[in-house]
């Protein structure tokens, strides 16, 4: 890695069923969950054909013996020997912030030994689903929904970091928001992003997600302002997304993925994975 080049930072989120059957946007449980496998492997031939590698976050359970849309274990297989990085998306889709304790612990053991059993190598890097927890006081980010609903004892960003690093993870995606950034956004009217160094959590190497979900025009933007950058520009998507309408769909990812490599290949900025950032920062 070169330390004066921006870095982009692509993850995919493997929800599978088991994330549809937790969905937590409007109406409830979904049924896009076999959605994610045919739309993983155009995905991958989309990658290849941009030279491009990726993070996939897969949910642990669907890497354990079974059928779709809950399972494949092989496909699992597949997207590492691709080249891509695996890590850790819990084991059945859990909302975080509710778990505590053992049942904290429980989901992140499982989900990363179900894919290290899977894959043949370790997972080191994990992606929290739905992007929560959102409550860091430390960097005045204060989720009022997440106390309401987990109650006092509700897991931050803090105790999931500190959790990971007990039970082997290094790398994690975080999704914090001060309340100074949120203030002057719901003044403005748009997101204020821009490039972000990596930052330490509790033992955890962190990289935050400054941009929104999918290849539209803000995340566009971003991925110009990471050519004039030397810190991380984090993006990312769904498979099961991106035959869908919005701003995952493959219309606007194709050319999102020529821009990335125009300016990776014009040495412009880096394309990295977690993996990589772990063993670039520790030397």
Known sequence: MHENLGTLLMFWDYDTQWGADRSRSNGGPKTWGHLDFSNTERLLDLLAAHSLTACFAVVGAAALPGVRPYHDPKQIKRIFDSGHEIASHSFKHEWLPGLEGSALIETVRLSKDALEQCIGAPVTCFVPPYNQPFDYARR????????????????????????????????????????????????????????????????????RLNAPCGFGRDTQSMLRACSDSSNIVTVYGHPHSITLQGAQNVRLLEPFLEQVNHLRTSNRIQVSRPEAIVRQVRQ
């Open 140 to 207: 005045g980010s204060f989720s009022l929904s997440e106390r309401y609903q987990a109650g006092r004892k509700h897991t931050t960003v803090s105790v999931l970091c500190r959790t990971l690093y007990e039970t082997g993870y290094r790398f994690c995606r975080v999704a914090y928001r001060g309340w100074p950034l949120r203030a002057a956004e719901a003044i403005i009217g748009r997101r204020l992003d821009r490039p972000l160094p990596l930052e330490k959590i509790e033992g955890i190497w962190c990289a």
